[in-house]
Nanobody, 118 residues
Framework: QVQLVESGGGLVQPGGSLRLSCAASGSIFRIATVAWYRQAPGQVRELVARTTFAGTTNYADSVKGRFTISRDNAKNTVYLQMNSLKPEDTAVYYC????????????WGQGTQVTVSS
């Protein structure tokens, strides 16, 4: 069983920055697509950013130019650098590692709260 441990959330003022981290156990990280999702109260969970094992990255339009996803395969860790934060970025952020071809898997972290408020 793979475990994902997220850290880095907290309270920040508008315009501020935070960096989220997600460390995975096991040896599957390097072959996985890793992603950050977020879910605000009363909203559906949405994709924020994703990076494949081949290095392709995707971002939600709402975070392009402000957020950067990166991965360190040697440390089994994915990061989300969030700059120029806005109140609408407030949500619980979840880490996900997934692979849709054999061997398939899909694991989620427990979530970390990010609150952007003055």
């Amino acid at each position: 069983q793979v475990q994902l441990v997220e850290s880095g959330g907290g309270l920040v003022q508008p315009g501020g920055s935070l960096r989220l981290s997600c460390a995975a156990s096991g040896s599957i990280f390097r072959i996985a697509t890793v992603a950050w999702y977020r879910q605000a109260p009363g909203q559906v969970r949405e994709l924020v950013a994703r990076t494949t094992f081949a290095g392709t990255t995707n971002y939600a339009d709402s975070v392009k130019g402000r957020f950067t996803i990166s991965r360190d395969n040697a440390k089994n860790t994915v990061y989300l650098q969030m700059n120029s934060l806005k109140p609408e970025d407030t949500a619980v952020y979840y880490c996900n590692i997934k692979r849709t071809i054999v061997p398939t898997f899909d694991y989620w972290g427990q979530g970390t709260q990010v609150t952007v408020s003055s």
